[in-house]
């Protein structure tokens, strides 16, 4: 029996898979191998860290608003923001500008605030700020920030007690921060909004810099490792919106978002097959 890729949920690709493609070639690509959306970084996830410009009112955001009409190519969200203890919501104003226009429809951040009541406060005062840009904002575990676990994201999207935040589940971060699909499951379902697809050996790096670097320069196209891929998505609600996101080490970028989302096509075509034996 096979699955017809019309029937298989839709599927995005994080800028973070080739960051050195500019949106524009980027949302061309995208469309030529079959992804159904794409992420921007607009934001350093770190500093130095590469990411671009596309302001809003300007040529380059008109080119870009072509470009994803004549594609058919949607942006799904907008990264890559870290709260820490000097963050401040109003500082990403030109940015969220630029998201609305692009009609983004989330924003992806990690939390680096040690004082958790002001995280929450901050992070509330981001999804405020991001609601009246038509947007929602999702916090994603990292093992090595203060937001390290799924169970202290879902009290952070609890305790700040806005309708539009939720959580970003990495398959990667995940396993790394010591979480499982187990735990996915008991998500409430409301929280769990977007999910990014990866894979990775089964052992666990040994220290915090090994797993940054495996983070940001060591993941495998899905169904490559030994991550519990096929778990995680039965965990996952129907309607979570699905993206790849593995780091390309050395391939061309065409080639390796082509084979990253081969690869995820095929992991979900066998979860299909499971659900409905």
Partial sequence: MNISPTLLPPLGMAHFTTIDVEPLELVAMAARIGYASVGLRLYPAFPGAPFYKIPAGSALMRSMRARLADTRIRVYDIEF???????????????????????????????????????????????????????????????????????????????????????????????????????????????????????APATRPTNIEAIIQEARGGRLPPGEGALPLRQLLAALPDDVALSVEVPNIGRPPEQHARLVYEAAQLLLAQHALAESA
């Fill in 81 to 199: 923001v870290t709260i820490d203890a000097a963050f401040e919501p109003e500082q990403l104003k030109p940015m969220l500008e630029s998201a609305a226009e692009l009609g983004a429809r989330r924003l992806s951040l990690c939390g680096d605030d040690p004082d958790g009541v002001r995280l929450a406060a901050k992070f509330a005062e981001l999804c405020e700020l991001s609601d009246g840009y038509g947007m929602g904002v999702d916090i994603e575990v990292m093992a090595w920030r203060q937001v390290s676990t799924l169970q202290i994201a879902t009290e952070l999207v609890r305790n700040a007690g806005s309708p539009n935040g939720g959580v970003l589940v990495d398959a990667l971060h995940l396993s790394r921060s010591g979480s499982d699909p187990a735990d996915v499951r008991k998500t409430p379902r409301g929280f769990l909004r977007s999910a990014q697809l990866c894979d």
